[in-house]
């Protein structure tokens, strides 16, 4: 069955899982709204950047950010100089590298769901006296609700999945960095086939039942 | 109370120079072919669009000039869209409050359980905006801009993605807005029916420049509109109802040009009503007709003969006592009668429609 490590792991996955897809809401939804309602030219190239985890190898953006975050990196100087140390290696690390690579998972459906929204409902809310943060607040974030599931969903699971960015910056330290997929991937460099079953079934339900939920919210919607 | 704007608007193909003087009440038809500008005009006026070198005042208060610029959230405006916009998460009575909550005190002018009544909507207030008619969607969305107590309220076309029923459903809800209101509309609309329907005043716009304004009655009288109105041209006149024949279903009503005998509408003696007589349904006798079917026969004198589209036409103003009818004539027939400005003659009048 599943040893104190397995456990960790799983755990670890979890916590790293949920703060990532809380960080990537928080300051993926103004990004997002903003690609969504601007005419800015930056729009394009912003819009590039943001989806660029999406097609990049997870190990070459694994790598850049270890050279970035490293001691000689620009930004690795500057979280010693803000006193945070070195962000290689620990669990602060890896939200941030998890948040870089999930981000188009959660800015995608967002940027959606706004768009869908239309010019139409916006200005009638300006028309009742409601100012821009006001609408967004009481007529967008409403109206956006089904986009932040998905976005939630998606940011979520994507994050469980991942390998190739958390071994680069996390390395695989068991109970500080070590997240479920590494854990399946030493049980099978070590041969041990039956404790890998479980994990890698585990993911495979797990996947299953996000992409159901997701279905049947469709479904539903759909009615 | 009156409104006074300048409006310089330009974008790709497309440029707009507007300067008018408002009357402070009333239903103003901002009327023009599609394209030309109005809706555009509409959208400066509150603020949806931003255009410099443009100034507009509202009452005391300037909206916007070239150092400032009020925004559209602290204008006490109301806007009806073409689409209702209702908030599709909100039920009918929370789309009410919205702006009603947010406008504060000015919102205190108006009377919540009066707007209701007035647009028929009191049975709505618990449904969700998607188990609406399109009709009763427009319905809510007047009234949710009339509640926020506006000093001026704006309408782009919110008859026009309407079918021809829900249009008749709505329009005598417009009537009663006009009779009962005291504010201030700009009706942005592209239908001479409505327009006629409704309108006090006119601002006709075409290729982006206004081309005609003035009271709605002198304005339609008018032969020379930039815009030809073609089948739609025509007079309308205020008139009171005097006499109401039971047997023949008809209403005899009175106008400073004479009496006409018109179908009987319903209305009581003694109210006001307004004619529209179309040019197409008027023709000119030099005799006073007799034998004919047509029970309409007023004396009149030819103010002015202007020329049609249609080289085959003509538009010939008449005055009827002081008050104007237009009336549309093949031009070899204008020949024939010899018809010359200051003619005394007999406008046969068809048909008559009782609009409100």
Same mark, same amino acid.
Request: positive net charge.
């Given at each position: 069955m599943l040893s104190p490590d397995d456990l960790a792991a799983i755990g670890l996955t979890l916590r790293l899982a949920g703060l990532t897809t809380l960080l990537l809401l928080l300051v993926g939804t103004p990004i997002a709204w903003w690609l969504a309602r601007s005419q800015h030219w930056l729009k394009g190239p912003i819009g590039a950047v943001v989806t660029l985890p999406l097609v990049l190898p997870p190990a070459v953006l694994g790598f850049y950010l270890l050279v970035l975050l490293g001691p000689e990196g620009p930004l690795g100087q500057l979280t010693q100089a803000l006193g @945070?140390? @070195?962000?290689?290696?620990?669990f602060p690390g890896l939200v941030l590298a998890s948040a870089i690579y999930s981000m188009p998972f959660v800015i995608q459906p967002l940027q959606q769901a706004f768009a869908a929204i239309g010019d139409g409902p916006l200005e009638a809310a300006a028309t009742l006296r409601a100012s821009p943060l006001d609408t967004f607040l009481s007529v967008a974030l409403p109206l956006a609700r089904p986009g932040f599931i998905t976005a939630a969903i998606l940011g979520f699971a994507h994050t469980v999945g991942e390998f190739g960015v958390v071994l680069m910056i !996390? !390395?695989?330290?068991? !109970?500080?960095?070590?997240v479920l997929s590494m854990a399946i991937y030493n049980h099978v460099e070590a041969l041990e086939y039956g404790q890998a079953h479980w994990l890698a079934g585990g993911m495979l339900l797990f996947s299953f039942v996000v992409l159901l939920a997701l279905n049947l919210r469709g479904w539903q919607r759909s009615v | 109370m009156s409104i006074a704007a300048r409006f310089a608007i330009r974008y790709a193909g497309f440029s707009l120079t507007a300067e008018f003087d408002l009357p402070g009440h009333g239903i103003t038809a901002l009327f023009?072919? #599609?394209? #030309?500008g109005k809706s555009t005009l509409l959208r400066a006026i509150a603020g949806l669009e931003r255009w410099p070198a443009s100034h507009l005042r509202v009452n005391d208060s300037v909206w916007q000039d070239a150092t400032s610029f009020l925004p559209t959230h602290r204008r006490p405006l109301g806007y009806v869209f073409q689409h209702a916009?209702?908030?599709?998460?909100? #039920?009918v009575g929370r789309n009410l409050d919205y702006g009603a909550r947010r406008a504060g005190a000015a919102? /205190? /002018?108006?009377?919540r359980d009066d707007i209701i009544e007035l647009l028929g909507i009191g049975a709505l207030?618990? =449904?969700?905006?998607? =188990?609406?008619s399109g009709g009763e969607q427009q319905r809510v969305a007047i009234a949710r801009a009339l509640l926020t107590g506006p000093e001026l309220l704006l309408m782009d076309e919110?008859?026009?993605?309407? +079918?021809l029923a829900r249009k008749n459903e709505i329009l005598p809800y417009l009537e009663t807005l006009h009779d009962t209101l005291d504010i201030p509309v700009l009706y942005v609309s592209h239908a001479p029916d409505e327009v006629a329907r409704l309108a006090d005043h006119l601002l006709v716009l075409d290729a982006g420049a206004i081309v005609a304004q003035g009271p709605l009655a002198e304005t339609l009288a008018?032969? +020379?509109?930039?815009?030809p109105l073609g089948e739609d041209a025509g007079v309308v006149l205020d008139a009171y109802v005097r006499e109401r024949d039971a047997r023949w279903h008809l209403a005899r009503v009175e106008f400073p040009g004479g009496e006409l005998w018109v179908r009987d509408g319903g209305q009581a003696i003694g109210s006001r009503v307004r004619l529209r007589i179309l040019a197409r349904d008027v023709s000119i006798a030099?005799?006073?007709?007799?034998? *004919? *079917?047509?029970m309409n026969a007023l004396p009149a004198t030819v103010d002015e003969i202007a020329g049609e589209p249609h080289p085959a036409l003509a538009l010939v103003r008449l005055n009827a006592g002081n008050s104007p009818l237009l009336a549309r004539l093949t031009r070899r027939s204008a020949d024939l009668l010899a018809l010359t400005p200051g003619a005394s003659v007999w406008a046969q009048i068809k048909a008559v429609a009782l609009i409100g």
């Open positions: @945070l140390g @070195l962000l290689p290696f620990t !996390g !390395g695989n330290i068991p !109970g500080k960095t070590q | 023009g072919p #599609s394209g #030309s916009n209702l908030f599709p998460h909100l #039920s919102a /205190r /002018r108006v009377v207030l618990e =449904r969700m905006p998607a =188990r609406l919110p008859l026009a993605a309407l +079918d008018r032969t +020379d509109l930039p815009i030099l005799e006073r007709p007799e034998g *004919s *079917s047509i």
